[in-house]
């Protein structure tokens, strides 16, 4: 068979030629993550959020846990973290404080989130998913998180799935990771109505 006769080194090489146009579209069609400056978040969110050097990896996940206590604050967790179980710091990236040691609602933000680090709090997932703790116990105790923690919940997650791209279905409780044995954050954390806040926040903040 002549070179003219045998197609495959013809295919091998418009195959070739077509990888550049082929990364280029990737680029600009995937989905991106957008500028801190571009969201419509509020300045205390971007500015509760931001770390020295921009973050060098990009979040896909997000998963929501409760601290199972009756109080607590982030100094609380970072202690038993260190001392019980042996960790450099708290295993979260945020905390929210329901008036005990920390104000109802407040946003503590911890030392890995401001060092990019991987967590401590989702076996599996420490890696890719930003962890979030409400202060209080939703499973044993009749108790849901209060409307400044389910908010400022709302408000924190939208924002950082925005930021990151990170898609709705990325979004967890802790107990819906797949193999996760745990019914964190507990059976009366309000999920339809976390949910519903956080999408409709999530679109108010993204860049028009």
């Known amino acids: 068979m002549s070179e003219r006769e045998n197609p495959i080194p013809f295919l091998l090489a418009a ?9 280029i ?8 993550p957008y500028s801190e400056d571009a969201t419509r978040a509020p300045k205390w969110l971007k500015d509760l959020c931001r770390v020295e050097n921009e973050p060098c990896r990009h979040w896909t996940e997000i998963v929501i846990h409760h601290s199972a206590g009756e109080q607590g604050d982030l100094k609380l967790i970072d ?16 905390i929210i404080g329901n008036g ?5 609602g407040q946003i503590e933000v911890c030392p890995r989130w401001l060092d990019q ?19 209080g116990n939703f499973e044993t105790i009749n108790e849901t998180p209060s409307p400044s923690q ?50 409709a926040i ?4 993204r860049p028009r």
Do not use: M
């Open 117 to 135: 680090q991987d967590g401590s709090h989702c076996t599996g997932h420490n890696q890719t998913a930003i962890g979030i703790c409400l202060i």
């Open 25 to 32: 579209l990737w680029l600009i069609f995937s989905p991106q």
């Open 79 to 94: 202690h038993y973290h260190r001392d019980k179980r042996g960790w450099q710091s708290a295993g979260y990236h945020f």
């Open 150 to 199: 389910l908010l400022n919940l709302a408000q924190l997650t939208a924002y950082l799935s925005v930021l990151y791209d990170i898609r709705p279905e990325h979004i967890y409780l802790h107990r819906e990771v797949e193999g996760a044995l745990t019914l964190c954050p507990g059976k009366n954390f309000p999920t339809r109505k976390f949910f519903a806040l956080e999408e």
């Open 202 to 205: 999530a679109d108010d903040y």
């Open 100 to 104: 005990t040691l920390s104000g109802d």
């Open 15 to 23: 195959a070739v030629a077509t990888v550049p146009v082929v990364a």
